[in-house]
């Protein structure tokens, strides 16, 4: 069964553009949510979409948004990049909602660089 | 606020040591408890889920055992491998929360 699939690995992006990161998650899970991870802060939740509906955001700017198509691809899109956006972004499918307590599966993560 | 707190934030051991990661969590309410190992640059990789009605969960040579009462989760790894080496974080699900919260993590180094 092929795991959580990130698409791009890696993006360089100048301040003052937009980007927008896929993900494709494990077949027959309707859930995906989206984590920033910087070396200061950690891991940060940004969103979750569960069938096509965002259910939860995170303490982010709204320059950071989402969809999820009927087959449960997630696309998140940074508008206005500036430079502390520079990140791995990750992004993680369950089978149910994420709050259900249902085990999380991650992808390999976009490595997005904002100079 | 659910606060995770993993000591050591980091831990080297020579080949063959049997080691325990720390994790503390200060919300008690919890569905469950993941465990994760993440590679340099890579994403995360899901060893453990451990629910709260369980006392622990193993998978060859890695056991965790949960306390929810006392807000701590342990990671047992035996034998260490020198593939064992990454960061090691855990993430509780809090049952009012919205998303897993993580932990720093415990960056392991083994040496052969």
């Known amino acids: 069964k092929a795991g959580v699939t990130q698409t791009p690995r890696y993006l360089i992006k100048t301040r003052g553009q937009q980007v927008t990161l896929s993900c494709s998650p494990i077949s027959g899970h309707r859930s995906v949510s989206w984590y920033q991870q910087t070396p200061g802060q950690g891991l940060q939740f940004l969103f979750e979409?569960?069938?096509?509906?965002?259910?939860n955001k995170g303490n982010f700017p709204g320059r950071f948004s989402g969809r999820q198509f009927s087959n449960s691809r997630s696309e998140m899109n940074v508008s206005t990049l500036e430079l502390g956006d520079s990140a791995l972004y990750l992004c993680?499918?369950?089978?149910?909602?994420?709050?259900?307590?249902?085990?999380?599966?991650f992808g390999q993560g976009t490595r997005l660089t904002v100079v | 606020k659910q606060e995770v707190t993993q000591i050591p934030a980091a831990l080297s051991v020579p080949e063959g040591e049997n080691l325990v990661l720390n994790c503390s969590f200060t919300?008690?309410?919890?569905?469950?408890l993941q465990w994760f190992r993440q590679d340099p640059g890579k994403g995360l990789t899901s060893l453990l889920l451990?629910?709260?009605?369980?006392r622990e969960q193993t998978s060859g040579r890695l056991n965790a055992s949960l306390d929810k009462s006392s807000g701590r989760s342990t990671l047992y790894i035996a034998a260490s491998q020198p593939g064992d080496s990454a960061t090691y974080l855990c993430a509780p699900m809090n049952q009012a929360g919205t998303a897993l919260i993580f932990g720093k993590g415990t960056t392991l180094s083994v040496s052969s």
């Open positions: 919300d008690s309410a919890i569905y469950n």
């Open positions: 979409y569960f069938s096509e509906t965002q259910r």
């Open positions: 993680a499918s369950s089978s149910r909602a994420i709050q259900r307590g249902t085990e999380a599966f």
């Open positions: 451990i629910q709260s009605s369980q």
